[in-house]
Nanobody, 119 residues
Framework: QVQLVASGGDSVQAGGSLRLSCVASGYTDSDYCMGWIRQASGKEREGIATIDTDGKTSYADSVKGRFTISKDKYKATLYLQMNSLKPEDTAMYYC?????????????WGQGTQVTVSS
C-alpha cells in the first residue's frame, strides 16, 4: 500500500519561497507518476505539476517558471520548490501518485499541507 506524507506548508509573504516535501513509502520509484495538486477554498482542485518515472516534468500554466517539481529516489521523497509566490497560490497542496501521468485519476493521495501567501 502506497502512503504519502506531505509537509512544508507555511504562511509567507508574496514574492517569497517555500519547498514542499512528500515522503513516499510502499512503492518503488519506477512504479508511479508523481504530482502535486492544489485546492483553494471554494475552488476546484488544480493539478499543477507532474514528474514521470523517467524524470520528465510537466506544469500548469499558472505555475510554470515559478515552481519546480523534483524527486529524490534514494530518499523516496517528492519535492515542490515554489518561488515568486503570489496570493493566488494560497491553497491546500496535495502530493499524489498514479500509474501513468496521462491517466486522469490519481490512485494515492497525501494528507495535504496548507500554503498561505499574503500580499
Amino acid at each position: 500500500q502506497v502512503q504519502l506524507v506531505a509537509s512544508g506548508g507555511d504562511s509567507v509573504q508574496a514574492g517569497g519561497s517555500l519547498r514542499l516535501s512528500c515522503v513516499a513509502s510502499g512503492y518503488t520509484d519506477s512504479d508511479y507518476c508523481m504530482g502535486w495538486i492544489r485546492q483553494a477554498s471554494g475552488k476546484e482542485r488544480e493539478g499543477i505539476a507532474t514528474i514521470d518515472t523517467d524524470g520528465k516534468t510537466s506544469y500548469a500554466d499558472s505555475v510554470k517558471g515559478r515552481f519546480t517539481i523534483s524527486k529524490d529516489k534514494y530518499k523516496a521523497t517528492l519535492y515542490l520548490q515554489m518561488n515568486s509566490l503570489k496570493p493566488e497560490d494560497t491553497a491546500m497542496y496535495y502530493c499524489a501518485a498514479k500509474d501513468l501521468c496521462w491517466y486522469p485519476a490519481w490512485n494515492y493521495w497525501g494528507q495535504g499541507t496548507q500554503v498561505t501567501v499574503s500580499s
